[in-house]
Structure formats: structure tokens, C-alpha cells
């Protein structure tokens, strides 16, 4: 039998289009080749138990290279085909599904995902040639050649081929030699086939894993597996923090093993580092548009064959099934999230720091997710645990204390606003504050992440009844010493003289200056910069809008703490001013208006507001205001 014939395709050769057009990439015609043979397997081994052909031994995919051909053969023992076969499924089904795909692919311009299930015409990106022989399991059979070199034109024949099953040979390309490499099929094979159910071996050795865990029942697996999982998958990037087990059937079938990593800084929130399979067969590593954004960093598997993976991104960001399974995977992270901090909390906190950012920009994001997560927010405190209270949680890693939202708020004492949250934003630029608060007292929230300036807006927004209140926004009753001070002969307090001193000494009319009594002690800090809460998030919004960092507002408030000793000396120094004559200043007055430039400097300097022209500044005026001093003393 010889028969040559005309693919009806209209096309007049699909060869240049499908290695121009279809694949940045060619090497995943390996993956397609591949897959077909284990589908070919898979087929046998259901046709067999249905009585219609032979079983067959255990199924296994060989991967062949010939040099002197120039070529690779890939062979199963699947169900194999017959001739009439052959032309209904290559030359009908494969050619006009090339087209299909062709002239979609054209509209889209790289935009078609994972690009699975393109099957047998792949072969063409790589070969000039492609020869295929093949047997039917089924009984009788007659093995075929089937031959064609890209163009419309084929030969059909019969061939000899003793057991059944099916041999895919590619004449390579010339520039397409790099294939007859065995490193690089073994790399190939271990990228796209590793998890496949199938032995794939080359050159006589076993490459794949063959058994993919995630589609294991979690009742299978230990804490060993799962970790063992991840370093095969991620290696030399540490162990996971904890994992979340997917498995569905209805209404579409999903299988997964999704890990929280420690976020080191370095988290890609935009393309993402879960891998995508299809029926344990590696699709993409790019699955932005099918899990939520804010799950992006997360790493593992997620194996689903409703996918659709031959559609545009844009096509599959609008699917109905694709939106519920990324809300499936959104609520699964919840419940475990949820069960973790109900179960063992100490955990929980110590990967806190990893889990924070999931959980608030997911919430912020996320409707849904938002109701599933608000409770389990947790923020650093400074108030230290009490052993025998119960009401916070354990030590993160880094050895803070932390605590609920609703937690703080029923402990806040009798008389105090019990809506109001103290916070803090940058435990060093706002120690000052921060001190004052927590000398009284006060148990403050530490909210220093970069999320946190959006986080806390949210918050509020979402509870109209709290009022988050930085330590540094403003000062309440219990920070000031309210005890009177007299007036002198002009009926002028200390503290008026002393504010009027320090406006002429900065000449800002930006610059609002409150002269105060601050409990404390010596511990209290002689200044310090206060910086109104709507005023500052307006100047925080804008600088993010800039992109830039926030920095100091032009307006804020200086206060002066007049029961601090250098803030005392500077009072004395001013009543001890006398002029020297007519046009002179007093040498007091200039070195009380230098020490006030000093203390302003100072309260600029603890909260990151001097740049570093400022910090030379800074440094010239200290420099000549110990020599004065010294000069002074001496």
C-alpha cells in the first residue's frame, strides 16, 4: 500500500509559519511530543479494560538520537493507530487545529498562555522532516508509515513495527542540531516532564520523577515530603514557612501544593513564582492571571486541566471558571491561615513577618478575602506579655510581642478614648514620642512596614469607630506636666519669653512652636517634632505619588520641653543677656539663639529631617556653638 495525498489545509505551507509564528522558544515541541505519547499510553490502558485491545506491559516513552540521521526518535508502546486513523487525526485534526490556532495567535501577538496542546504539528518547528510509524493495539493491525516535510503534501505506506505503539522521528533542522545533545533533552525532560506518570528514558536511563505529590492525598504525606517538595523545586532558597494542600473535583478538578517563603524583599508581586501544570505535565511559571495578585510570591504547584491554556491572557483574565479558581485558591490560604492561628498561634507569629504582606494587600485587594483574614491581622506592641494573661499572642522571630486589633482595644484603660490606637510608624526616627507614650503607660502598635502607610487608611476607612493616631501626631493630658508658672514684672511667663526666643532664633513661620512641660524626667527629650496625622498622611500620599520618600512637611510642630535641664539653661542664658552697646548683641543672647537653632536641629535630626547639606550644616554650628560654650565656662 503506498497512498500520497493533499492535507486540506489553506495553508500553502504551514512549516515557516508554525517555526516563525508559534513558539518563542522552541524546545517545548519536546513537552507536546511527549505528552501525546503518554496520552497515547493512557488511551491503551482504558481501551484495554473495555476489552478492545491488548494491555500491553507497564507504559514507557523512549527518547532515541541518531547522529549520522541527524535525528530523535520518540517512541511509545500507546494504542498506536491505523491507517485510517492517521489521516483522520494528523492530517485532518492536527493540520486544521495548526491553522486554528495560527490565525488566533496572529491576533494576539504572543499573548496565548502555555501554548499546550498543539500536539503532534509542534514537531515542525525543529524538522525539516517528520516521519511517523505507528501500530494499532487493537486487533489485526497493520503498522503505517506516515511521512511529510511540512508542506501540504504526504505519503501514507505500510510499514513494519511488531508490537504496538507509536514512533515519533524528526530529521532535525540544521540550526536545530542542539537537540541531538543528550544534556539537553535530560534538561528538557526534568523541566516539562519530570512529574509525568509515565517512565520517559533516554539513552537507557529513567530521567522523570513520575510521582507528583501534590496529586497524593495530604494523608499520604509528612512533613519531610513537603519540604522535600519545595528544596527539588526551589533549591538553595531555604525551607517554606508552612504549605496549603489543594484538591478539587467539582466544579472543575485542581490539585496543588502552594508554600508560604520567607519574603526577603525580593518577592515578584507582579509575574510570580508558581508553576502551572496540566496533568503533571509543566505549562508555564507565569500564572498572574489565574491566582489573585497579592498570591503571587507564593511558590509551588498548581495542576489543573480546566485551564484553558490556548486562549489569550486577556481571554482568560475575563473566564468565569479561571476567576473561580483563583478565589478556590484565595479562600483555601484563608481557612489555613485561620486554622494556623487558631491552632498554633506561636507559629503563626513567628512567620508573621513573612505572612503580613499577603494578608494585608490580599485584604485591601480583596473583598472577600478581607472577611476571611481581619481577624488573624496581628501588630508588633509594646506592651510585654503577662504569663498569666492569655490576650497576646507569642513572639515573632524577631522577638516582638504581638498582638489583635481587639485585643489592644480591650485593654486600653477606663477614661481613655478606647477607639483610639497608638502607633508607630519607625521606631527610631519617633523613639522620642514613642518614649514619652510608653513611660506613662501607653502600650503603642508598631506599624513600620511599607504597607502599613496604606494599611491603617484602610482600616479606618473599613471601621468608621477607630482612630489610629501615630505617637508623634500630637500629645494628650497624660504626657504634659500641667503645674502653673509665674509670670515676671511684664506678666510674660518663662514659657512665653521662651517661645518668642525660639521664633526669632528659627524665623520659620512653617515651623508652629509650642513651649511644654513633659513628664519624663531626664528620659523626656529637651524638643521634639510632632507632625499632625491628616497633615502627614496628605504629605506621605504625595510623596508616593512622586515616587519618592516622605521626608519632613515644611508645617509641622516644634515642641519644647521647658522642664528639660538644657532647655532650662537656655531660659537662663536669655534673662542673662545684656547689650554691650547700642548696635552689639549681647554675647548671651547670641549663643541663647544659637543653643535654640541647636535644639530644633536636634529634634530634626531624630526623625530623619535634615538632608545632608542640613548634616554639614549641623555640624559646622555644633563645632563653633562647644567652642563658645567652652570658651564660656572657661
Given at each position: 500500500?503506498?497512498?500520497?495525498?493533499?492535507?486540506?489545509?489553506?495553508?500553502?505551507n504551514?512549516?515557516?509559519?508554525?517555526?516563525k509564528a508559534?513558539?518563542?522558544?522552541?524546545?517545548?515541541?519536546?513537552r507536546e511530543?511527549?505528552?501525546?505519547?503518554?496520552?497515547?499510553?493512557?488511551?491503551?490502558?482504558?481501551?484495554?479494560?473495555?476489552?478492545?485491545?491488548?494491555?500491553?506491559?507497564?507504559?514507557?516513552?523512549?527518547?532515541?538520537?541518531?547522529?549520522?540521521?541527524?535525528?530523535?526518535?520518540?517512541?511509545?508502546n500507546g494504542?498506536?493507530?491505523?491507517?485510517?486513523?492517521?489521516?483522520?487525526?494528523?492530517?485532518?485534526?492536527?493540520?486544521?487545529?495548526?491553522?486554528?490556532?495560527?490565525?488566533?495567535?496572529?491576533?494576539?501577538?504572543?499573548?496565548?498562555?502555555?501554548?499546550?496542546?498543539?500536539g503532534?504539528?509542534?514537531?515542525?518547528m525543529?524538522?525539516?522532516?517528520?516521519?511517523?510509524?505507528t501500530?494499532?493495539?487493537?486487533?489485526?493491525?497493520?503498522?503505517?508509515?506516515?511521512?511529510?516535510?511540512?508542506?501540504p503534501?504526504?505519503?501514507?505506506?505500510?510499514?513494519?513495527?511488531?508490537?504496538?505503539?507509536?514512533?515519533?522521528?524528526l530529521?532535525?533542522?540544521e540550526?536545530?542540531?542542539?537537540?541531538?545533545?543528550?544534556?539537553r533533552?535530560?534538561t528538557?525532560?526534568?523541566?516539562?516532564?519530570?512529574?509525568?506518570?509515565v517512565?520517559?528514558?533516554?539513552?537507557?536511563?529513567?530521567?522523570?520523577?513520575?510521582?507528583?505529590p501534590?496529586?497524593?492525598?495530604?494523608?499520604?504525606?509528612?512533613?519531610?515530603?513537603?519540604i522535600?517538595?519545595?528544596?527539588?523545586?526551589?533549591?538553595?532558597?531555604?525551607?517554606?514557612?508552612?504549605?496549603?494542600?489543594?484538591?478539587?473535583?467539582?466544579?472543575?478538578?485542581?490539585?496543588?501544593i502552594?508554600?508560604?517563603p520567607?519574603?526577603?524583599?525580593?518577592a515578584?508581586?507582579?509575574k510570580?513564582?508558581?508553576?502551572?501544570?496540566?496533568?503533571?505535565?509543566?505549562?508555564?511559571?507565569?500564572?498572574k492571571?489565574?491566582?489573585?495578585?497579592?498570591?503571587?510570591?507564593?511558590?509551588?504547584v498548581?495542576?489543573?486541566?480546566?485551564?484553558?491554556?490556548?486562549?489569550?491572557?486577556?481571554?482568560?483574565?475575563?473566564?468565569?471558571?479561571?476567576?473561580?479558581?483563583?478565589?478556590?485558591?484565595?479562600?483555601?490560604?484563608?481557612?489555613?491561615?485561620?486554622?494556623?492561628?487558631?491552632?498554633d498561634?506561636?507559629?503563626?507569629?513567628?512567620?508573621?513577618?513573612?505572612l503580613?504582606?499577603?494578608?494585608?494587600?490580599?485584604?485591601?485587594?480583596?473583598?472577600?478575602?478581607?472577611?476571611?483574614?481581619?481577624?488573624?491581622?496581628?501588630?508588633?506592641?509594646?506592651?510585654?506579655?503577662?504569663?498569666?494573661?492569655?490576650?497576646?499572642?507569642?513572639?515573632?522571630?524577631?522577638?516582638?510581642?504581638?498582638?489583635?486589633?481587639?485585643?489592644?482595644?480591650?485593654?486600653q484603660?477606663?477614661?481613655?478614648?478606647?477607639k483610639?490606637?497608638l502607633?508607630?510608624?519607625d521606631e527610631?526616627?519617633?523613639s522620642?514620642?514613642?518614649?514619652?507614650?510608653?513611660?506613662?503607660?501607653?502600650?503603642?502598635?508598631y506599624?513600620?512596614?511599607?504597607?502599613d502607610?496604606?494599611?491603617?487608611?484602610w482600616?479606618?476607612?473599613?471601621?468608621?469607630?477607630?482612630?489610629?493616631?501615630?505617637?508623634?501626631?500630637?500629645?494628650?493630658?497624660?504626657?504634659?506636666d500641667?503645674?502653673k508658672?509665674?509670670?515676671?514684672?511684664?506678666?510674660?511667663?518663662?514659657?512665653?519669653?521662651?517661645?518668642?526666643?525660639?521664633?526669632?532664633?528659627?524665623?520659620?513661620?512653617?515651623?508652629?512652636?509650642?513651649?511644654?512641660?513633659?513628664?519624663?524626667?531626664?528620659?523626656?527629650?529637651?524638643?521634639?517634632?510632632?507632625?499632625?496625622?491628616?497633615?502627614?498622611?496628605?504629605?506621605?500620599?504625595?510623596a508616593?505619588?512622586?515616587?519618592?520618600?516622605?521626608?519632613?512637611?515644611?508645617?509641622?510642630?516644634?515642641v519644647v520641653?521647658?522642664?528639660?535641664?538644657?532647655?532650662?539653661?537656655?531660659?537662663?542664658?536669655?534673662?542673662?543677656?545684656?547689650?554691650?552697646?547700642?548696635?552689639?548683641?549681647?554675647?548671651s543672647?547670641?549663643?541663647?539663639?544659637?543653643?535654640?537653632?541647636?535644639?530644633?536641629?536636634?529634634?530634626?535630626?531624630?526623625?530623619?529631617?535634615?538632608?545632608?547639606?542640613?548634616?554639614?550644616?549641623l555640624?559646622?554650628?555644633?563645632?563653633?556653638?562647644?567652642?563658645?560654650?567652652?570658651?564660656?565656662?572657661?
Amino acid at each position: 500500500m503506498l497512498e500520497q495525498g493533499q492535507i486540506q489545509i489553506h495553508t500553502e505551507n504551514i512549516f515557516p509559519i508554525i517555526k516563525k509564528a508559534v513558539y518563542s522558544g522552541h524546545e517545548v515541541f519536546l513537552r507536546e511530543l511527549v505528552s501525546n505519547a503518554a496520552d497515547a499510553i493512557n488511551k491503551r490502558r482504558m481501551a484495554s479494560m473495555a476489552g478492545d485491545c491488548s494491555e500491553g506491559p507497564d507504559g514507557l516513552i523512549k527518547l532515541t538520537i541518531s547522529r549520522e540521521k541527524k535525528a530523535i526518535t520518540f517512541s511509545d508502546n500507546g494504542i498506536g493507530m491505523t491507517a485510517d486513523e492517521v489521516k483522520r487525526y494528523i492530517n485532518q485534526v492536527a493540520f486544521s487545529s495548526a491553522e486554528d490556532f495560527l490565525e488566533k495567535y496572529k491576533q494576539e501577538q504572543d499573548a496565548i498562555i502555555g501554548h499546550f496542546g498543539l500536539g503532534f504539528y509542534s514537531s515542525f518547528m525543529v524538522a525539516r522532516e517528520v516521519e511517523l510509524v505507528t501500530k494499532s493495539a487493537r486487533p489485526d493491525s497493520q503498522a503505517v508509515r506516515w511521512t511529510c516535510d511540512g508542506s501540504p503534501s504526504f505519503t501514507l505506506s505500510e510499514a513494519e513495527r511488531s508490537e504496538p505503539g507509536t514512533d515519533v522521528i524528526l530529521h532535525l533542522l540544521e540550526d536545530e542540531l542542539e537537540y541531538l545533545e543528550p544534556a539537553r533533552l535530560r534538561t528538557l525532560i526534568q523541566q516539562y516532564c519530570d512529574f509525568m506518570p509515565v517512565a520517559v528514558e533516554l539513552e537507557g536511563e529513567s530521567i522523570n520523577k513520575q510521582k507528583a505529590p501534590w496529586r497524593q492525598s495530604p494523608r499520604e504525606l509528612n512533613d519531610e515530603d513537603y519540604i522535600d517538595l519545595y528544596r527539588y523545586l526551589y533549591p538553595f532558597q531555604g525551607d517554606p514557612l508552612l504549605w496549603v494542600h489543594l484538591n478539587t473535583d467539582y466544579p472543575y478538578s485542581l490539585q496543588g501544593i502552594l508554600y508560604f517563603p520567607k519574603i526577603s524583599g525580593r518577592a515578584d508581586w507582579e509575574k510570580g513564582e508558581i508553576k502551572l501544570y496540566c496533568n503533571q505535565v509543566f505549562v508555564s511559571d507565569s500564572i498572574k492571571e489565574i491566582v489573585p495578585r497579592y498570591l503571587l510570591p507564593l511558590r509551588g504547584v498548581i495542576d489543573s486541566p480546566d485551564i484553558p491554556l490556548n486562549v489569550s491572557r486577556s481571554a482568560l483574565q475575563t473566564d468565569r471558571r479561571v476567576r473561580s479558581i483563583g478565589n478556590f485558591v484565595a479562600k483555601k490560604i484563608a481557612d489555613r491561615l485561620k486554622a494556623l492561628m487558631k491552632d498554633d498561634p506561636s507559629r503563626y507569629a513567628q512567620a508573621w513577618d513573612s505572612l503580613a504582606p499577603f494578608i494585608k494587600i490580599g485584604a485591601m485587594e480583596d473583598e472577600k478575602f478581607a472577611e476571611q483574614v481581619e481577624s488573624i491581622v496581628i501588630f508588633g506592641t509594646s506592651r510585654h506579655q503577662n504569663p498569666e494573661v492569655s490576650d497576646t499572642v507569642m513572639q515573632s522571630e524577631s522577638g516582638r510581642e504581638l498582638t489583635t486589633l481587639e485585643a489592644y482595644c480591650s485593654r486600653q484603660k477606663e477614661g481613655m478614648e478606647s477607639k483610639r490606637i497608638l502607633y508607630c510608624g519607625d521606631e527610631i526616627a519617633q523613639s522620642a514620642a514613642l518614649n514619652l507614650w510608653t513611660e506613662q503607660g501607653a502600650e503603642v502598635l508598631y506599624a513600620d512596614s511599607i504597607i502599613d502607610s496604606q494599611f491603617i487608611p484602610w482600616l479606618e476607612a473599613r471601621h468608621q469607630e477607630l482612630k489610629f493616631q501615630r505617637v508623634d501626631s500630637e500629645l494628650d493630658d497624660s504626657l504634659r506636666d500641667e503645674s502653673k508658672e509665674l509670670a515676671d514684672q511684664d506678666g510674660e511667663t518663662q514659657s512665653e519669653s521662651l517661645r518668642a526666643l525660639m521664633k526669632e532664633a528659627l524665623s520659620n513661620d512653617k515651623v508652629t512652636i509650642q513651649v511644654q512641660g513633659l513628664r519624663g524626667g531626664l528620659d523626656a527629650p529637651a524638643a521634639l517634632i510632632l507632625l499632625p496625622e491628616q497633615m502627614r498622611r496628605l504629605n506621605d500620599i504625595g510623596a508616593l505619588m512622586d515616587q519618592r520618600l516622605p521626608g519632613l512637611p515644611e508645617h509641622h510642630v516644634l515642641v519644647v520641653n521647658r522642664n528639660h535641664p538644657l532647655v532650662k539653661g537656655l531660659q537662663n542664658l536669655e534673662a542673662g543677656a545684656v547689650l554691650t552697646s547700642s548696635t552689639a548683641e549681647s554675647p548671651s543672647k547670641v549663643l541663647a539663639r544659637d543653643l535654640a537653632t541647636y535644639l530644633y536641629d536636634m529634634a530634626k535630626l531624630s526623625v530623619g529631617g535634615l538632608d545632608p547639606q542640613d548634616l554639614h550644616g549641623l555640624q559646622r554650628r555644633s563645632t563653633k556653638l562647644l567652642a563658645a560654650l567652652m570658651e564660656r565656662g572657661g
